[in-house]
Protein backbone atom coordinates (compact mmCIF):
# COMPACT_ATOMS: atom_id res chain seq x y z
CA UNK A 1 0.00 0.00 0.00
CA UNK A 2 1.35 3.31 -0.74
CA UNK A 3 1.87 5.69 2.13
CA UNK A 4 -0.18 9.36 1.57
CA UNK A 5 2.18 11.84 2.98
CA UNK A 6 -0.46 14.54 3.72
CA UNK A 7 -0.69 16.11 6.82
CA UNK A 8 -3.50 18.40 8.55
CA UNK A 9 -2.59 21.09 10.65
CA UNK A 10 -4.06 23.66 12.58
CA UNK A 11 -2.25 27.22 12.79
CA UNK A 12 -3.27 29.40 15.67
CA UNK A 13 -2.46 33.57 14.16
CA UNK A 14 -2.69 36.65 16.15
CA UNK A 15 -6.48 37.05 15.17
CA UNK A 16 -7.85 33.70 13.63
CA UNK A 17 -6.75 29.98 13.37
CA UNK A 18 -6.40 28.81 9.93
CA UNK A 19 -6.30 24.30 9.19
CA UNK A 20 -3.75 23.37 6.38
CA UNK A 21 -3.82 20.23 4.34
CA UNK A 22 -0.29 19.92 3.25
CA UNK A 23 0.18 17.34 0.79
CA UNK A 24 4.27 16.63 0.63
CA UNK A 25 4.78 15.85 -2.87
CA UNK A 26 8.56 16.55 -3.10
CA UNK A 27 8.85 16.19 -7.16
CA UNK A 28 11.29 17.60 -9.44
CA UNK A 29 9.14 20.53 -9.54
CA UNK A 30 7.37 21.43 -6.56
CA UNK A 31 8.01 20.85 -2.51
CA UNK A 32 4.63 20.46 -1.63
CA UNK A 33 1.22 21.40 -2.38
CA UNK A 34 -1.23 23.02 0.27
CA UNK A 35 -4.76 24.12 0.91
CA UNK A 36 -5.62 26.35 3.84
CA UNK A 37 -9.00 26.91 5.25
CA UNK A 38 -9.85 29.93 7.25
CA UNK A 39 -13.28 31.45 8.70
CA UNK A 40 -14.47 31.42 5.13
CA UNK A 41 -12.75 31.04 2.14
CA UNK A 42 -10.70 28.16 0.79
CA UNK A 43 -7.23 28.73 -0.51
CA UNK A 44 -4.72 26.80 -2.54
CA UNK A 45 -1.08 26.96 -3.63
CA UNK A 46 2.40 25.26 -4.25
CA UNK A 47 5.48 25.45 -2.69
CA UNK A 48 7.65 25.27 -5.93
CA UNK A 49 11.47 23.54 -5.57
CA UNK A 50 12.61 27.04 -7.46
CA UNK A 51 10.85 29.11 -4.58
CA UNK A 52 12.22 26.59 -1.97
CA UNK A 53 16.14 26.75 -3.45
CA UNK A 54 15.37 31.07 -3.27
CA UNK A 55 14.66 30.81 0.62
CA UNK A 56 16.96 28.12 1.33
CA UNK A 57 19.72 30.41 0.15
CA UNK A 58 18.40 33.30 2.19
CA UNK A 59 18.04 31.18 5.52
CA UNK A 60 21.71 29.59 4.75
CA UNK A 61 20.75 25.96 5.00
CA UNK A 62 22.02 23.05 2.83
CA UNK A 63 18.94 21.33 0.97
CA UNK A 64 18.28 18.47 3.32
CA UNK A 65 18.13 19.95 6.69
CA UNK A 66 16.15 23.15 4.77
CA UNK A 67 13.36 20.67 3.29
CA UNK A 68 13.25 19.06 7.10
CA UNK A 69 13.14 22.06 8.82
CA UNK A 70 10.21 23.15 6.20
CA UNK A 71 8.42 19.21 6.65
CA UNK A 72 8.73 19.76 10.54
CA UNK A 73 7.88 23.19 11.08
CA UNK A 74 4.50 22.56 9.29
CA UNK A 75 3.63 19.55 10.17
CA UNK A 76 4.14 20.51 13.76
CA UNK A 77 4.08 23.97 14.92
CA UNK A 78 6.63 25.03 17.06
CA UNK A 79 7.83 28.05 18.66
CA UNK A 80 10.86 28.83 16.45
CA UNK A 81 8.62 30.19 13.86
CA UNK A 82 5.97 32.55 13.21
CA UNK A 83 3.09 31.91 11.07
CA UNK A 84 1.83 34.91 8.95
CA UNK A 85 -1.47 34.50 7.07
CA UNK A 86 -2.44 37.62 4.82
CA UNK A 87 -5.53 37.59 2.51
CA UNK A 88 -6.42 40.04 -0.45
CA UNK A 89 -9.32 40.00 -2.68
CA UNK A 90 -8.59 36.86 -4.61
CA UNK A 91 -5.24 35.44 -3.68
CA UNK A 92 -3.06 35.30 -0.03
CA UNK A 93 0.41 34.50 1.10
CA UNK A 94 1.33 32.21 3.52
CA UNK A 95 4.89 32.75 5.58
CA UNK A 96 6.90 31.03 8.37
CA UNK A 97 9.37 33.05 9.71
CA UNK A 98 12.07 32.24 11.95
CA UNK A 99 12.40 34.00 15.63
CA UNK A 100 15.50 35.72 13.79
CA UNK A 101 13.16 37.30 11.49
CA UNK A 102 14.26 35.37 8.61
CA UNK A 103 11.24 34.57 5.79
CA UNK A 104 12.39 30.79 5.84
CA UNK A 105 9.72 30.11 3.12
CA UNK A 106 6.34 31.76 1.48
CA UNK A 107 3.10 30.22 -0.17
CA UNK A 108 1.09 32.33 -2.64
CA UNK A 109 -2.29 30.71 -2.66
CA UNK A 110 -5.70 31.63 -5.02
CA UNK A 111 -8.57 31.30 -3.68
CA UNK A 112 -10.49 28.39 -4.22
CA UNK A 113 -14.00 29.01 -5.36
CA UNK A 114 -15.95 25.55 -5.04
CA UNK A 115 -13.72 24.04 -2.02
CA UNK A 116 -15.03 24.37 1.66
CA UNK A 117 -14.16 23.11 5.02
CA UNK A 118 -16.90 20.17 3.97
CA UNK A 119 -13.85 18.88 2.04
CA UNK A 120 -11.46 18.89 4.94
CA UNK A 121 -13.87 17.24 6.87
CA UNK A 122 -14.02 14.71 4.58
CA UNK A 123 -10.37 13.80 3.90
CA UNK A 124 -10.25 14.04 8.04
CA UNK A 125 -13.19 11.45 8.32
CA UNK A 126 -11.89 9.35 5.20
CA UNK A 127 -8.66 9.44 7.37
CA UNK A 128 -10.07 8.37 10.38
CA UNK A 129 -12.29 5.53 8.79
CA UNK A 130 -9.38 3.79 7.32
CA UNK A 131 -6.98 3.83 10.19
CA UNK A 132 -9.86 2.38 12.08
CA UNK A 133 -9.42 -0.42 9.13
CA UNK A 134 -5.76 -0.93 9.76
CA UNK A 135 -6.16 -1.09 13.93
CA UNK A 136 -8.81 -3.49 13.33
CA UNK A 137 -6.78 -5.10 10.60
CA UNK A 138 -3.39 -4.96 12.89
CA UNK A 139 -5.48 -5.98 15.86
CA UNK A 140 -6.88 -9.41 14.43
CA UNK A 141 -3.87 -9.94 13.62
CA UNK A 142 -1.90 -9.19 16.90
CA UNK A 143 -4.10 -12.00 18.14
CA UNK A 144 -3.66 -14.45 15.50
CA UNK A 145 -0.14 -13.71 16.22
CA UNK A 146 -0.53 -14.50 19.89
CA UNK A 147 -2.56 -17.78 19.33
CA UNK A 148 0.33 -18.89 16.95
CA UNK A 149 2.40 -18.38 19.77
CA UNK A 150 0.61 -20.14 22.40
CA UNK A 151 0.72 -22.71 19.87
CA UNK A 152 4.46 -22.49 19.54
CA UNK A 153 4.71 -22.65 23.30
CA UNK A 154 3.11 -25.70 23.64
CA UNK A 155 4.37 -27.48 21.13
CA UNK A 156 7.95 -26.17 22.31
CA UNK A 157 6.91 -27.67 26.22
CA UNK A 158 5.72 -31.07 23.96
CA UNK A 159 9.78 -31.04 22.51
CA UNK A 160 11.15 -30.41 25.67
CA UNK A 161 9.44 -33.45 27.72
CA UNK A 162 10.46 -35.61 24.60
CA UNK A 163 13.94 -34.30 24.33
CA UNK A 164 13.91 -35.43 28.02
CA UNK A 165 12.28 -38.53 27.92
CA UNK A 166 14.68 -39.36 24.88
CA UNK A 167 17.86 -38.62 26.78
CA UNK A 168 16.88 -40.27 30.24
CA UNK A 169 16.73 -43.40 27.61
CA UNK A 170 19.82 -42.68 25.65
CA UNK A 171 21.64 -42.68 29.46
CA UNK A 172 20.16 -45.63 30.30
CA UNK A 173 21.05 -47.55 26.94
CA UNK A 174 24.58 -45.69 27.27
CA UNK A 175 24.96 -47.15 31.03
CA UNK A 176 23.50 -50.65 29.61
CA UNK A 177 26.33 -50.14 26.85
CA UNK A 178 28.93 -48.93 29.01
CA UNK A 179 28.54 -52.19 31.76
CA UNK A 180 28.90 -54.62 28.77
CA UNK A 181 31.72 -53.04 27.84
CA UNK A 182 33.55 -53.17 31.46
CA UNK A 183 32.37 -56.76 31.56
CA UNK A 184 33.80 -57.22 28.31
CA UNK A 185 37.22 -55.52 29.33
CA UNK A 186 37.14 -57.12 32.85
CA UNK A 187 36.85 -60.47 31.10
CA UNK A 188 39.47 -60.32 28.50
CA UNK A 189 41.64 -58.78 31.34
CA UNK A 190 41.39 -61.80 33.11
CA UNK A 191 41.86 -64.18 30.14
CA UNK A 192 45.27 -62.18 29.51
CA UNK A 193 46.22 -62.97 33.17
CA UNK A 194 45.43 -66.24 32.76
CA UNK A 195 47.17 -66.77 29.52
CA UNK A 196 49.83 -64.80 30.93
CA UNK A 197 50.54 -67.29 34.44
CA UNK A 198 50.73 -70.24 31.92
Not at 42 to 55: N, Q
Not at 96 to 122: E, M, P, R, T
Request: aromatic fraction near 12%; hydrophobic fraction near 35%.
Amino acid sequence: MEKDDTTVTKFALDEISIYAKINWLNTDTSVFHIKIYDDTNTWSGSFSKELAEECRRDVLENEDVYLTNVKLCLSCPNDEYVYDFKTFENTATFKWIKQAKLVHGYVNLDKDVSASKNALIDYLIDKTTLQKKEITTFDQRIKEMRLEIDGLKEELSKFAETKITMEECLYGKFVSILNTKKSRIQFLEDQLKNYEKI
